[in-house]
């Protein structure tokens, strides 16, 4: 198989929360839109709030399959989006964040509030460490993480971030240039370690 066939659900963080900027609503809906035409699976945290839950009716609307990961305290709460192909109701925060990482090939992150950006950080510290090599790419939407961004380059330049133990990341601005970044990345791959080892 091709690396370029070889994404087949990618796991997106996001907000719970719609954001002021009405273009957040907008990219999150035409994701969902893109990944239903690629074939590409939606892994997300399971609510129907927000970017999260835009996104999830998008892909569905657009014929494409959605696996909602949500642990039973937030059921209620995110307003658990029922009518996906898989839903997960899970015990606690770790077991949703471990089984979005096991069923997804790449992580983007939308914009968002703290979940989001825990998520985010999560991932980039676990690519750090070496524990996997699936692409994280961070979805600059209107700037939105340009203060993350500048925070990640003020850590590199102050020595903190640094080989062999590199945040590796991708970053676009723009909706339509995400899923390209990613499937390049994951075919750039040459030997790939997709799973967390069992000690993680
Ligand atoms: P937020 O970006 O704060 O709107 O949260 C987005 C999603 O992240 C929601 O589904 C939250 O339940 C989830 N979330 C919040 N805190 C955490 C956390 N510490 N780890 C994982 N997910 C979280």
């Known amino acids: 198989m ?3 066939a070889a994404i087949a659900n990618i796991c997106v963080y996001c907000g719970s929360s719609p954001g002021h900027d009405p273009a957040f609503m907008r ?3 035409r ?3 893109i990944l239903a035409e690629n074939g590409v699976g939606l892994v997300y945290g399971g609510g129907n709030l927000g970017l999260m839950g835009a996104i999830a009716r998008a892909t569905l609307e657009a014929g494409g399959r959605v696996t909602g990961i949500i642990p039973g305290f937030l059921a209620r709460r995110e307003h658990m989006l029922e ?5 997960l109701v899970v015990d606690d925060m770790h077991s949703r964040k471990r089984l979005m990482f096991e069923k997804a090939d790449a992580f983007v992150a939308f914009p968002g509030g703290v979940g989001t ?3 985010l950080v999560e991932q980039l510290t676990w690519v750090q460490l ?9 979805a600059d939407l209107q700037g939105f993480w340009g203060p993350l961004l500048v925070l990640l380059d003020h850590m590199r330049e102050s020595g903190f971030i640094r080989r062999p133990y590199e945040a590796r990341y991708l970053v676009c601005d723009e ?3 995400i899923l390209p970044a990613l499937r390049a990345a ?3 791959e040459a030997h790939p370690r997709r799973d967390l080892p069992h000690e993680f």
Do not use: M
């Not at 070496?130 to 961070?138: E, F, M, Q, T």
């Open 117 to 119: 950006l825990e998520e």
């Open 130 to 138: 070496g524990r996997h090599d699936k692409p994280v790419l961070i």
């Open 83 to 87: 009518a996906v192909q898989e839903l």
């Open 2 to 4: 091709t690396g370029l």
């Open 31 to 33: 994701f969902g839109g």
């Open 27 to 29: 990219a999150a809906e």
């Open 186 to 188: 994951y075919a750039a």
């Open 175 to 177: 909706v339509e240039d």
